[in-house]
């Protein structure tokens, strides 16, 4: 007798188990992109979303603006001076899809472009433009780095350039006897 009731409450529990492993909650702000066997299947809105456990994964994808803080950098301007920035960027997801599928990751990408890029601008100016005009350096930043990361699923919405440092050497010390 004591044998089918614990049968009963042991299949009870499994059942209940499996339930609560395949529920899962999407935040407000995010996207869950549903993987099976490493495709992708599905997208999900915020909300309870379900999964079948072991065979589905479902990962979670902030739609909200991320800061990648503080990002040096180290380029030469158009006079062969090297300077070392700290700048703060702005990046967000536009396709979950492709940021979750994306070698490497798309934050890693997006640090990789901003960086191309402000190296880029930084070789197009000498040294008295860029420490006059530091924070219209920057500006065209986001439009330069797109082909880069639109790949990937991301766009850099914003960058800040915090803070310019010059190592001064013997071709600038040159420069200013």
Do not use: K, N
């Not at 049968?7 to 702000?29: D, E, F, Q, T, W």
């Not at 700048?87 to 536009?94: A, D, E, H």
């Not at 402000?118 to 082909?147: C, K, S």
């Amino acid at each position: 007798m004591e044998s089918p009731v614990l049968v009963v409450v042991v299949v009870l529990a499994v059942i209940v188990a499996c339930g609560y492993a395949s529920v899962r909650m999407v935040p407000a702000g995010s996207v869950g992109v549903v993987l099976r066997a490493g495709r992708v299947t599905r997208r999900r809105r915020p909300g309870p979303v379900v999964v079948v456990p072991g065979l589905e994964r479902i990962e979670m994808v902030s739609l909200r603006p991320a800061p990648i803080e503080p990002l040096g950098v180290t380029a030469l301007t158009r006079d062969a001076v090297e300077v070392d920035l700290a700048i703060s960027v702005l990046w967000r997801v536009t396709d979950p899809v492709l940021a979750i599928t994306a070698e490497p990751c798309a934050r890693a990408v997006t640090a990789a472009a901003v960086e191309r890029g402000v190296r880029h601008l930084v070789a197009t100016v000498d040294l008295a433009d860029l420490l006059r005009d530091r924070a219209d350096l920057l500006a065209p930043l986001p439009t330069v780095t797109w082909p880069l990361v639109e790949p990937f699923g991301v766009d850099v919405v914003d960058v800040d350039l915090l803070d310019t440092e010059v190592r001064v050497g013997p071709e600038l010390l040159h420069l200013l006897a």
